[in-house]
Nanobody
């Protein structure tokens, strides 16, 4: 399974961005897809995830209420709508599936 992430960019604080991650296949039966991020000098951290079967969603406290994860079942694509972006959201965002598959990362930079 290959994951292709896209949608990053340079925005100002308060703006929105939408990330997309398309999987080349289904990463198992009861799988999840989600996003992690890594800022310069920091460890990779969890951002959000969604289970494909039950649509359960999970968010890091730092993005709860601002980010929304969703999925397109037909195309095995997961989206991350990021609203009210803050400079501390600046990072490389990685798409992941069930912890076994990782995308190449997409840069999100939020200027103050």
């Amino acid at each position: 399974v290959q994951l292709q992430a896209s949608g990053g960019g340079l925005v100002q604080a308060g703006d929105s961005l939408k990330l997309s991650c398309a999987a080349s296949g289904r990463p198992g039966s009861n799988y999840w897809m989600g996003w992690f991020r890594q800022a310069p000098g920091k460890e990779r951290e969890f951002v959000s995830a969604i289970y494909w079967s039950g649509l359960n969603t999970f968010y890091a406290d730092s993005v709860k209420g601002r980010f929304v994860i969703s999925r397109d079942n037909a195309s095995t694509t997961v989206y991350l709508q990021m609203n009210s972006l803050k400079p501390e959201d600046t990072a490389v965002y990685y798409c992941a599936a069930s912890g076994n598959y990782w995308g190449q990362g997409t840069q999100v930079t939020v200027s103050s």
